[in-house]
């Protein structure tokens, strides 16, 4: 099936640090959503994006819809250990299938 | 907020075996999902079920069968369990609009040996 290109796969920052991860893909899609995984449990919703170009916050997370809607990233600011876990886009087709394709992670890890 | 659960966070079972996994939401949702989660491969959708006893298949549906008799309530069967569908597997809903963000349950850890 097909994927979304999710980079980096991980990082390793100190606490305090900003952080920056972003999602491509060649085909276009009029949702994007960021989820954060932590060991053991179920994805859990950031932020949703349902325009192009939608900057969008949540806290200390700010996320954005590309412009060329093929990418999205998302920011973490001031880290703190509890930012720790996996952390996923998923999009959506213009087709409007009711199907999400998804990133494959980012592994991030907090140093205190 | 939304709740999703799935009936069980671990599981261990035997090769051959029969295997059902539930998952129940409560914020009447018309949309169900079943996904597995593998380590570098993210997350595939198995099944989808868009209103109760309809079913799509996913991108690898192949080992699995689905049934949602009741709008709450989507079950994902392994009619014969092998050991390359040990893995992670979530349930999410939606209300129903195509845009809708999907919720997740905690997911169930299944092992076959």
């Known amino acids: 099936g097909q994927q979304l290109n999710q980079s980096p796969q991980s990082m390793f920052i100190q606490e305090g640090e900003d952080v920056s991860m972003n999602c491509t893909s060649s085909?276009?899609?009029?949702?994007w959503l960021w989820y954060k995984q932590e060991p053991g449990e179920g994805p859990v919703l950031l932020i949703a994006?349902?325009?192009?170009?939608e900057l969008t916050s949540n806290g200390r997370l700010t996320a954005q819809f590309g412009i060329t809607r093929k990418d999205s990233f998302l920011n973490i600011s001031a880290s703190i250990p509890s930012d720790v876990g996996i952390y996923f886009c998923?999009?959506?087709?213009?087709?409007?299938?009711?199907?999400?394709?998804f990133g494959t992670g980012t592994r991030l890890k907090v140093l205190a | 907020d939304v709740k999703v659960t799935q009936s069980s966070r671990y599981l261990v079972k035997r090769t051959g075996e029969k295997v059902f996994l539930e998952c129940v939401q409560d914020?009447?949702?018309?949309?169900m999902f079943w996904y597995r989660q593998d380590p570098g491969l993210g997350l595939r959708l198995i099944y989808f079920?868009?209103?109760?006893?309809?079913?799509e298949k996913g991108d690898i549906p192949e080992g699995y069968s689905v049934s949602r008799e009741k709008k709450e309530r989507f079950s994902l069967i392994l009619e014969s369990a092998s050991t390359n569908q040990t893995s992670m597997y979530l349930c999410?809903?939606?209300?129903?609009?195509?845009?809708?963000?999907?919720?997740f349950g905690p997911g169930t850890r299944l092992l076959v040996l």
């Open positions: 999410a809903s939606n209300l129903g609009d195509v845009q809708e963000t999907q919720y």
């Open positions: 914020m009447d949702h018309e949309n």
């Open positions: 994006l349902y325009k192009a170009g």
């Open positions: 079920s868009y209103d109760v006893k309809m079913k």
């Open positions: 998923a999009g959506q087709s213009v087709a409007g299938t009711y199907k999400y394709i």
């Open positions: 085909s276009i899609f009029n949702t």
